[in-house]
């Protein structure tokens, strides 16, 4: 017979009488004063709960009918992890993956500042242009007291808290949530410090002597696998990854290790692989076990490498996820790449997937190659399944600032790169960042940085004398643009029928924008779109990404114009080798079909200027999002008494946090919040809700999951009915 892991039956009728009761007391004798809070948890969350003489036992249910085992002991000095497994029913004992193994946080601590030059009231922690690496800083590695323990549930997930954790400066708890029908366990150093301006990163992992591991797999960065078997002296190593994932290979089966993938990677400029992952033993030379898990890079290298914000008396969730798997480091890695699509943006029926800003010097480098060869990037973005992206040469690179000569030529090399390069899979659009003609120059105040995006090639140069018109005939370029003056600017931009907006705003070179210039004449044209959003600053502590675009969108909406607000992602060279995903997000735009080069690519201006798309890191996607019938980028005229239904269709990969109805009447914001506990992994789920809208101006909506990742709408505008 099958040794009996919990009889569940037996079992219930006592473990919800002592969640009544509050606190079940442990027996054992060196640790007496551990007890265990049940007071916040519920078994209906799916996850079972079983508190033993010394350790707390979970069960749950994962997928393919096999059930997640967990064992975590709270008696000092032994390791804090007894035991993951997997079994193949909720009550027998099952399988050993892991044992005997305690989580580890290794936390480095250095300062933040901020550059001049910014709006005096700008908070210190909305900075890109830092690098804490060049100030002194320390690494400190977590200290577990076990005096406390607690069990919550919320939703179909459950989580074990234990306290008190320290690392260095820092002090707080360590968190472990189990997700009901998911493979996944969450472990999370939640720590926060009363120190001022402090710049964060973070190492975690598990490590233990007898752990049961008996190899450590990964992928490399060109896709072959590595295998390393489990040594006693086998020294700490970074490893360079693909996916981000680094796997332990047992007996039994396999567990990987991935952080969230897109908030784990604070923004840089550059999305090389820096070795994200590391094995073996000393750790930041102060752990003797062997361990493995995932790394951050205190200086890669680059100009600006900001890290993380860590605020004073902010929790910042210091996570990393578990994946539980019967199979090989193949198999684990598989199970692990469903969370992201394969790293690949999904079809979407309907749609075309669009990303913009990329300074990979284009233009220069066919040039220099004289156009043979296919750069990497064409299939890196077609393997990511991206249909079309905006490039932003001459940043940099080129000579943006000459009078034709050198510019025009480079401007007709980077026009037949695109085209080259161009097919029915991937359009490549020509296009730069531009800091000249449409901003405000004041002293101390940079002007910021604009894209430009144009339906089709248009030739240019950014100086005009007096002598030369605005626009030119030429014989091999058809037309030639003289641009000297903002007029000049906003003149070219309509006859072209061309888009610019705010590159990275309020952060970078654009601090000032686009508040300085909402009066101006052309940020109110409809050539301006709006604005960009990306996730950055990074703050562990807070539940989304990218909160200060996101502001600035609710801000704009205010404002009375009707701006909108797509992903940029902003970044160098890249090759196969990067870790590009981490970085990227995506703008899904409603077109049924992506335009050839030779056709022009108008329809991409029109759906984003008309608002119909929506942004997402790639994990949560909007099928649909309507208010009262409209889609976002149109108008809703609402009566006196009307209420709306507001119908969005979600489609996810990590169980989701929350979604948020955001409103505003032109003055104030208006947010209602639906808790999306309920939801596991991989799930569809219509919403539909009646938000309160009366008097408001325009409404729009976003998803957010357990890793942060996310998706946002576009305005739907509100005017009375006439």
């Known amino acids: 017979m099958k040794k009996r892991w919990w009889n569940l039956r037996k079992a219930l009728p006592w473990l919800l009488a002592g969640a009544c009761l509050g606190n079940w007391p442990g027996t054992a004798a060196d640790a007496p004063n551990v007890s265990v809070d049940l007071s916040g948890y519920s078994s209906d969350c799916g996850v079972q709960i079983r508190p033993q003489a010394g350790r707390i036992d979970l069960n749950w249910p994962m997928d393919q009918g096999e059930w997640g085992r967990a064992s975590l002991n709270l008696i000092l000095g032994k390791p804090f992890i ?20 305690d989580p580890v946080t290794f936390l480095t601590v250095g300062t933040r500042e901020a550059p001049p030059g910014r709006p005096p009231e700008m908070s210190v922690w909305n900075v890109f242009f830092d690098r804490p690496a060049k100030r002194p800083f320390q690494t400190y590695a977590s200290r577990l007291k076990l005096n406390r323990a607690q069990v919550t549930s919320e939703g179909q997930r459950a989580t074990v808290t234990v306290g008190d954790l320290t690392v260095g400066p820092f002090s707080g708890e360590l968190q472990f949530t189990f997700y009901a029908t998911s493979r996944l366990v969450r472990v999370e150093a939640v720590v926060q410090t009363q120190e001022d301006q402090r710049a964060i990163l973070y190492d975690v992992g598990l490590a233990g002597e007898s752990a049961d591991w008996q190899r450590i797999a990964w992928m490399d960065t060109e896709g072959r696998w590595q295998r390393t078997a489990i040594e006693s002296q086998t020294a700490d190593q970074p490893l360079a990854v693909r996916h981000r994932a680094v796997i332990a290979e047992t ?66 969730r210091l996570g990393v996820f578990y994946l539980l798997t019967r199979g090989r480091a193949e198999d684990a890695l598989r199970e692990t790449l469903r969370y992201t699509h394969g790293d690949r943006f ?19 480098d066919a040039m220099t190659r004289q156009f043979q060869g296919v750069p990497e990037f064409v299939s890196v973005f077609k393997e990511m399944g991206v249909n079309a992206v905006h490039i932003a040469d001459f940043h940099g690179d080129g000579h943006p600032k000459d009078p034709g000569p050198l510019r025009l030529p480079e401007l007709e090399a980077m026009n037949k790169e695109c085209r080259r390069l161009s097919g029915a899979e991937l359009l490549l659009i020509p296009g730069e960042e531009i800091n000249e003609f449409l901003g405000l120059a004041e002293p101390g105040k940079h002007p910021g940085h604009w894209m430009s995006l144009f339906p089709k090639p248009v030739y240019w140069t950014q100086t005009r004398t007096n002598d030369l018109p605005l626009a030119e005939p030429h014989a091999q370029y058809a037309t030639v643009y003289h641009v000297g003056s903002r007029a000049d600017m906003m003149e070219l931009l309509r006859r072209e029928h061309g888009l610019a907006w705010a590159a990275h705003p309020r952060i970078k070179a654009s601090s000032w924008t686009p508040d300085i210039f909402r009066h101006e004449d052309f940020y109110l044209a409809d050539f301006w779109l709006g604005a960009a959003w990306k996730a950055m600053p990074a703050d562990l502590s807070r539940e989304r990404l990218g909160e200060r675009a996101l502001d600035l969108l609710t801000d704009m909406a205010n404002w009375g114009q009707r ?24 703008n899904y735009l409603r077109l049924e079909r992506l335009p050839r080069f030779e056709e022009g690519w108008q329809p991409i201006l029109d759906a984003l200027r008309r608002g119909q798309f929506f942004v997402t890191t790639g994990e949560v996607l909007l099928r649909e999002f309507t208010v009262g019938g ?19 269709s979600l489609e996810w990969t990590f169980p989701l946090r929350f979604a948020e109805v955001i409103s505003g009447d032109g003055q104030q914001v208006y947010r209602e919040r639906m808790d999306l506990t309920d939801t596991t992994s991989f799930g569809r789920r219509t919403l539909t809700l009646k938000p309160r809208l009366a008097g408001r101006k325009w409404v729009r909506f976003e998803v957010w999951d357990v890793a942060a990742n996310g998706a946002f709408t576009q305005p739907v505008w509100l005017e009375p009915a006439r």
């Open 82 to 101: 007894e035991r993951l497994g997997i079994a193949n029913d909720p009550i027998t004992e099952g399988q050993s993956l892991l044992q005997g193994v």
């Open 630 to 648: 409209q889609d976002s980028g149109h108008t809703l005229p609402l009566r006196d008494g009307d209420s709306p239904e507001l119908r969005a």
């Open 346 to 364: 999904p079809k979407l029926p309907g749609h075309v997937t669009f990303t913009s800003h990329y300074h990979m010097a284009v233009a220069m």
């Open 563 to 586: 701006k909108y607000m797509p992903g940029e992602v902003d970044v160098f060279k890249i090759d196969h080798t990067h870790e590009l995903y981490g970085h990227m997000n995506i």
């Open 251 to 316: 007996a039994h089966g396999s567990v990987a290790c991935f952080p969230p993938p897109h908030q784990f990677h604070f923004p840089r400029d550059w999305t090389d692989n820096l070795k994200f992952a590391w094995m073996g033993r000393g750790h930041h030379g102060q752990s003797t076990a062997f361990g493995f898990g995932v790394r951050q890079v205190a200086d890669g290298q680059r100009a600006f490498e900001p890290w993380f914000n860590a605020p004073p008396g902010t929790r910042q």
